[in-house]
């Protein structure tokens, strides 16, 4: 077994998470302790300012205007998370194994071959004095895969920890929503339409505040349910899996004729509803939905996703003891372990790619 550090800057902007498992790259041997660095409101500024300047991205590697600026931040702020941490829990660097260097994801478009995600892998690696994998979905996309979601080999390992049967569907809701379908061997995943993002950049714009926080404010409005149906007929979602998105895919939906009440309602539904249209797509009913990522602390979306996917069973990650919040990070720790032993991290049933590919780069200090 090795120790290894997984690191993960999702698509809603809020901070880097920082989670520690043993892992021989198959099995998980133990879970260790978790933390959450929070960017600051100037560093998001920054973050949410790249989002739009990466859309005239071709070259994956360049780095122009603010480009750099956001670079140099998202690596400073990666490397102190991952200072803090290991003093907070008195592990020293010897420790560590491995770290796995998720980065942040300023651009999506496995279309092109195109897959940005910000965070120099070599200079986190020399800062921290530790060996830092990263870069973990580009040789996916440049196979033709959709590099992404890259987590349901985890899940799936997860899944074998509970010894389950039946189908079962571990939806990780963050920016973007995707999820793992686990029956057996059978493993299928995708991107299946905004998770948070539509919902965040809403309330930053009504309130100033990036979140609906419990979901109060759309528990308190009526979802427009034929903005969901029309919503719902872009040829993404009659798309089989796999398929990905960007964070900014759905951004020119509007509901900025409604209250912010019945706009948070609606953009929370269309959540749900994207999520459960899925189901209809996959080889059998699952049983059971086992949700993660920030989504998982929406009371207001759980409840809209249990209406929407009865009878199955709805369930958040952290009533089985999964550390719902630190699930993607956990992920980049057991990736960067299969990186380095070339273990397979994307399959044809997750992102389409030609065969069972590993990835990765792996930087030494």
Aim: net charge negative; charged share 20%; glycine share 10%.
């Amino acid at each position: 077994m090795l120790t290894a550090i997984g690191l993960m800057s999702g698509t809603s902007l809020d901070g880097v998470d920082v989670a520690l498992i043993e892992t021989d790259g198959e099995r998980i041997g133990r879970f260790g302790p978790a933390s959450y660095r929070a960017y600051t409101d100037s560093e998001r500024d920054l973050l949410r300012k790249v989002l739009g300047d990466a859309v005239l991205l071709t070259d994956r590697n360049a780095r122009p205007g603010v480009l750099a600026d956001a670079e140099e931040l998202v690596t400073r702020a990666h490397a102190e998370a991952v200072e803090t941490f290991l003093q907070a829990n008195n592990l020293s660097r010897t420790d560590i194994d491995v770290v796995g260097f998720h980065g942040q994801t300023v651009l999506h478009r496995p279309e092109q071959k195109l897959t940005v995600q910000i965070g120099d892998g070599h200079a986190l690696a020399r800062s921290l004095g530790m060996s830092v994998v990263f870069d973990l979905r580009a040789a996916d996309v440049a196979a033709g895969g959709q590099g992404a979601p890259l987590v349901p080999v985890y899940h799936r390992a997860l899944m074998n920890m509970l010894g389950s049967d039946g189908p079962t569907v571990v939806v990780n809701i963050g920016g973007v929503s995707n999820i793992s379908y686990i029956d057996g061997d059978t493993l299928i995943a995708c991107d299946t339409g905004p998770g948070n993002a539509l919902l965040d950049d809403f309330m930053l714009r009504r309130t100033g505040e990036a979140v609906d926080r419990d979901g109060r404010t759309a528990a308190t409005g009526r979802a427009d349910q034929d903005w969901i149906a029309r919503a719902l007929d872009r040829p993404f979602f009659a798309a089989p899996p796999p398929k990905s998105l960007d964070r900014n895919d759905f951004a020119a939906l509007t509901v900025e004729g409604m209250s912010t009440q019945a706009g948070a309602a609606t953009l929370t539904a269309f959540t749900a509803a994207s999520i459960a249209a899925i189901g209809p797509m996959l080889p059998k009913r699952p049983a059971r939905w086992i949700v993660v990522g920030g989504g998982a602390s929406n009371p207001t979306l759980m409840a809209m996703l249990a209406e929407r996917l009865a009878p199955a069973v709805v369930v958040r990650g952290s009533d089985l003891g999964w550390s719902g919040d630190a699930v993607e990070a956990q992920a980049f720790a057991y990736m960067a372990v299969r990186s380095l032993k070339g273990l397979p991290l994307t399959f044809p049933g997750t992102t389409g790619v030609p065969v069972a590919l590993t990835g990765g780069v792996l930087a030494k200090p």
